[in-house]
């Protein structure tokens, strides 16, 4: 099983840097990198919502299922 995540689209497409985006969803930089690598094991539902209100977007926007 393999989920993508595609914030670094997102993020182009909004013009935000990594820095900015960490800072309005509440988790450091190295988290978001963590993220964007497809490193991370879990996602909170709490970090999801603030990834959608922020960048404007549907989980679906940014969450790939690669079977």
Not at 1 to 25: P, Y
Not at 30 to 50: C, H, I, M, Q
């Amino acid at each position: 099983m393999a989920i993508r995540i595609t914030i670094d689209n997102m993020l182009t497409q909004r013009g935000m840097s990594v820095g900015e985006f960490a800072d309005r969803i509440g988790i450091t930089p190295a988290n978001v990198a963590v993220l964007k690598n497809g490193r991370a094991k879990a996602v909170r539902f709490s970090t999801l919502d603030a990834i959608c209100r922020v960048l404007e977007c549907q989980p679906c926007d940014i969450l790939h299922y690669e079977g």
